[in-house]
Every structure is written in C-alpha cells, then in structure tokens.
C-alpha cells in the first residue's frame, strides 16, 4: 500500500511539474538548489504574499539565485589591511606582495548564495530597491523587467556577500536629494559621479582576485576597472539610477578585457559613461575609442541561448554558453550582418576571433551553413579570423578579412606578387601613446649653462614636431662649447614627461656623463627613472611649466645627447631579433624569416594582400597584426 501511494505521489508530482510554466520550473528547482535553506527563501515569498509586484521581484532573484557565489575564506581578511596599505602609500614588503601577487583569490572556497542567504537579507534589499524605484521621477518609464535587471540584484559578481544596500542608500540618496530635484536621470546621474569622482581610485592590476566585498569598496577604492564600475553600480542603484556593466571580450589594440558602465535613458537607449571616464549624456555619444569587437553585458537573470543546446555543449567556448552575458553590439554599432565562406567542415559552428600574441581570441560565433556563414552584428575597422574549435583547439576556418561598413576585404596573401615593406614597430601607436609624442614635447627645450641660474643660457636643442619614434641621439649646434649644467624645460602649461635623457661628451664611443640633478620638483613618478636606463620607466611632473636641472660635474664638451619621450617600446629595436609571419589561411602563420635589427627598421619581402604579424624574439608581449599599404603599416587601431 504504501508503496502504491509513493508512486501515485510521484507521478502526481511529475505531473504538477509538467503542467508548471517555465519560470515556475526555475523557481522550483531554485528552491530545491537551497536544500537546507529553503525555508529561507520561502520565508521571503511568504512575505510578499499579498504585494504582487514584490513578489514577482523575489520569484526573479531567487529562480536565478542558483548561478551565483561568492569566494569564502580567511584571505578575506588577511588581503584587505595589504590593500589598504596599498591605498595609503603605506611601504608594503616586496615578500608580502609576491605572495599576494603570485597568490590567486579564485582557488577559494565557492559559497552559493542560495544555501546560505537569509530572508531578512532579501527582504531589506527588495524593499529598499522598490523605495527608490518608486521615489525618482525618472523611473515612470522603467518597466519591472529593466527594474528587476538595472536595480534589484542584490549582488555584481562574485564577491562575498556584504550588507551593502543600505550602507549606499543613506549615503548617496541623501547627497541625490540634497543637490537634485529634477526628473532627469542622466543628471542625477553625474550628481552621484561626481562625488564618487572627489575619491581615486587606485589601480591596482597585479593581485588576482574576484569582486571585491561591496562595504570594503564603499571605503576603499582600489582594483581593476571592474571594481570602479562595481563601486559606481551599487552608489547608482542605491538611488534608483538603472545602470548594468558591459564589457568587450579582448580588445585586439587594448590586449585586454574591459568594462565600463552604462545608464538606461528614460528614452530606452543606454549610455555609456564612468565615473572616471566621462559623464553621462544623451546628446553626445562617447566612447573611450578602444576597439571591442563584440560588445556584452551583464546580467542577473538568465538570457535565451542564442543557438538551442548550446550551454551542455562543451566543445562550444564558455563565453557563448554564458546565459548571464547579453550581445549589445547593436547598441554601438547599429545592426549589420556579415556573410562569407569557409573551409568545408563538419563542424557546427563557425566563430570569430580577433588577434592575440597567444592565439586568436573567439568573440562571436555563428552556424555553419553548408559553409556559408553570417555573423551578426560586429564593429567594423577591425580584422577577424573565422575559425573552427573542438573544445581543446582552435583552426583556422579560412582567410582572415577586414571588416568595414560598406565592404569585406578578405586577406588572402598573393604569393605571385612580392613587396618589399619596411617595418618599424610591432604594435598599434594609439592615441594614448601617440599622444606621449606631442602632449609634453612640442615646444620643450634643452639648455646648457656655465651657471646653475641659467640666467644666459644657451639653447642646444628645441623639439618642434611630434616624435615619429621612442630613440633619439641628438646633436648640439656647437660641440665646441663647454657646459657644466644642463637644464630640460617643458613647454608652457605642461608637465615634464621623460622615459630618457642621457649626456654623453663623445659622439661615438664615449661613456654616458653621470649627472646629478639640483633642483627640486615634485613627482608623480619616480625622478630616477630618467637616468635608469629602462625607456619603459618614466618621469612625470606633478606641476606644469617647470624644469629639472642636473650638474655634469665639471664644464665639459657635449657631442650627444640621448632622448626618450614617454613611450611603449614597440618600435623596431636594434639588437633585437624579429621573425615575420603572414596568414595563410587554413595553413595558419607562414615565417618570412629571422632577422636581427641593425638600426630602428626592417626590411622584408612579403605577399601582397597579406595579413602581416611582427614578432620580437628577444623580449615584450605587446604585439598586433597590420597590413602594408602605401608604404605603411596599418594596425587595427589605424583603420
């Protein structure tokens, strides 16, 4: 008998099951998820019984709840008081920061948030979340979707969970209210950025860690840009300001992930800004100008798969079975589509990926369709490479092309027609480096004198154009005179930003001067970069318009002078040893040789047509492809 009812009670059950909708599917494997802490979480619908929409908000966090965790552990507590010290400027012992360096925070233990969160937790975030969305004019338009994304998550990432919602609240709501009573949400917006701007951020890249604690942030602005925009989500939410975080995969010019956030018009249009960055605004559409590929976001609930079975398929890279990340190219990049051909496969699907010294990083993925393929929706400007992935390995599905808004260039190499090419760098010059070049140079002088007041100096070199590279030997007008000071000006209204400067009194073969500077000035950083020898360290004043003086010793003849600005040392190195590749397609990188620069130049012959990539043997990471035209390298960053 009672085995009879158990089956009877089963089949019920599956029947139930069957009959629930899809979202009531989720939330009851939700609260099977939560095991022992169920009652916890049916404490909070409980609650909300006889409030509908609150309701609905506790179905949509705790149906979600089984994909998120937080790192646990006593690392916590160890790591804050380092970052702190960090902060402050505080001498930490280079043994302690290797081991927090070389430490990774994601070996610890995961705690899911469904198995350990408390009603009374859910419950205060819901209520305050509700208060502010109600409150603020601008929220007349948020529908309870965007409500439930923009607002109500009580958590970023992966971060341990703090009770950060009310901490925010009464700071930041009180700070909204005193200085805004406006309805418009991008103002309300800068209001809060532009207290959050009063507080570096100090950027620390080197500790590999999860989200930080929402109430160590609220403190303590330290971290990547992931954590500056986790700082200005939870101050924006706090106040009733729907914004989320987007990122781009790999940016093929940046070499790096990166996230910004964005605010939800009342016009339904997202926007992008920073609290470092830039302010929000409707009218002018920024952008930080780094090239992305793919934009996603991030999200709290599930998102549709965007091909079915994809999320069990492992031969499919993660990223695309993230069903938290939302494709939001189309926001930057309007819709477009991008049809071409591939090699004759099996496989399933066909991805793109965008350059990277270690490999072709997959960004965007498609069907294969009888080798025909559309991609949809991706920035123009930038070169792709279609490829194939099993799982464990990636091939190259076919030529790599170029993308623009009104074309597609496929770069297949001609191997019938040779050019000769000259190379000088290994790298896109993007604005930020290029800038280096002019922002503190142009107008910058160089001047000798017998005495330390410099009141007659004599002018032995002024640099009037941008620098076209990171090395320079330059040449007085007069090698006869003789000086004992030395004297780098910058020009009017800029700091002083120097990788180099060195003093020799022969031309050729002589030994570097050993110079003392005399003056003081005040740094951000460190003085002793500019005589180190490393044209990766720089120098940069605190103050504009100044100058640094240094004392040669005695009165001596100068025959040369060797000069650096700020730079990336990605041009061609002498010394070094180079080896070009060209793509070839499905055959992958062809070698067009070894050589070892004899000068800041290479000469090679390649294909016409070809996808070119530089790489220097002998030291740095910072590479990219280009192609040659016109006799010039172009990177992505230049097309």
């Known amino acids: ?62 149906r979600n709840m089984p994909r998120w965790y937080g790192y646990t552990g006593a690392e916590w507590d160890s790591i804050k008081p380092i970052l702190v010290n960090i902060i402050e400027g505080k001498t930490v012992a280079d043994n302690i920061l290797n081991k927090w360096e070389s430490t990774s925070l994601y070996n610890l233990p995961k705690i899911y948030d469904a198995h350990v969160i408390t009603s009374d937790y859910l419950i205060e975030n819901i209520d305050l979340a509700f208060e502010v969305w109600k409150k603020y004019p601008w929220n007349r338009s948020l529908g309870f979707d965007d409500f439930c994304e923009l607002i109500l998550p009580y958590r970023i990432g992966d971060e341990p969970l703090s009770s950060w919602r009310k901490l925010y609240h009464d700071h930041y709501t009180a700070l909204l209210d005193s200085a805004y009573r406006g309805s418009d949400v991008t103002e309300a917006c800068n209001i809060i950025c532009k207290d959050l701007n009063r507080v570096n951020h100090y950027w620390n890249t080197n500790i590999k860690m999860p989200h930080q604690p929402a109430d160590f942030l609220f403190y303590h602005r330290i971290g990547y840009c992931r954590d500056a925009d986790d700082i200005t989500l939870y101050a924006m939410r706090a106040c009733g300001i729907p914004v989320a975080s987007e990122c781009f995969v790999y940016s093929p010019e940046y070499q790096h992930l990166h996230e910004w956030t964005v605010l939800r018009d009342t016009t339904g249009q997202f926007i992008q800004f920073g609290f470092n960055e830039f302010d929000a605004t409707r009218h002018e559409k920024k952008s930080d100008g780094r090239k992305k590929g793919k934009v996603y976001r991030f999200c709290f609930g599930i998102q549709d798969e965007p091909f079915s079975g994809i999320t069990a398929d492992k031969t499919v890279p ?111 010059l993007t604005k930020r480096i290029a800038e280096f070049s002019y922002r503190a140079i142009i107008g910058a002088r160089i001047e000798g004198c017998k005495e330390p007041s410099f009141v007659k100096p004599d002018l032995l070199y002024r640099f009037g154009d941008t620098l076209k590279t990171n090395y320079y030997e330059l040449s007085p007008s007069d090698t006869n005179k003789m000086y004992r000071y030395i004297r780098y000006c910058s020009p009017a209204g800029k700091h002083i930003e120097l990788g180099e400067l060195a003093i020799y009194e022969r031309a050729v073969g002589g030994e570097k001067i050993e110079i003392k500077r005399i003056n003081d000035i005040k740094p951000l950083h460190s003085l002793k970069n500019i005589t180190d020898g490393d044209i990766l360290t720089y120098f940069e004043s605190e103050d504009t318009t100044c100058f640094i003086t240094y004392d040669l010793g005695k009165a001596t003849k100068i025959e040369k002078i060797v000069f650096s600005p700020r730079n990336d040392d990605n041009f061609v190195w002498p010394g070094h040893d180079y080896e070009l590749f060209y793509q070839d397609g499905t055959n992958g990188w062809k070698s067009l040789g070894r050589q070892t620069a004899l000068k800041q130049e290479l000469i090679y012959k390649v294909p016409k047509n070809a996808l070119l990539w530089l790489c220097d043997q002998t030291k740095g990471r910072e590479e990219q492809v280009f192609i040659y035209k016109d006799g010039e390298q172009f990177f992505v960053f230049d097309l």
């Not at 009812?5 to 019920?12: G, S």
């Not at 939330?27 to 509908?52: C, I, M, P, S, W």
């Not at 369709?369 to 599905?397: M, S």
């Open 1 to 62: 008998m009672n085995k009879h009812l158990f089956v009877l009670a089963l089949a019920y059950s599956l029947f139930v099951c069957s009959c629930l909708s899809p979202s009531d599917k989720q939330l009851e494997q939700a609260l099977d998820f939560a095991g022992d802490n169920r009652a916890e979480l049916e404490k909070v619908l409980e609650h909300y019984a006889n409030e509908t929409e609150k309701r609905e908000a506790a179905r949509f966090l705790i």
């Open 318 to 428: 993660a990223l695309f079975r993230n069903r938290f990340l939302k494709d939001v190219t189309d926001h930057y990049f309007g819709r477009n589509e991008v049809e071409i051909s591939v090699q004759p496969s099996r496989d399933k699907y066909v991805y793109l990926g965008v350059f990277s010294p270690q490999g072709w990083i997959p960004v965007a993925m498609a069907r294969n369709d009888k080798n025909k393929v559309i991609f949809k929706n991706l920035e123009p400007d930038i070169i792709y490479q279609p490829l194939y992935f099993d799982g464990y390995h990636q091939r190259a599905a076919g030529y790599p092309f170029l993308f623009t808004k009104d074309s597609i260039h496929t770069l297949a190499p001609d191997k019938g027609q040779m050019q000769e090419v000259i190379l000088k760098r290994k790298m896109s």
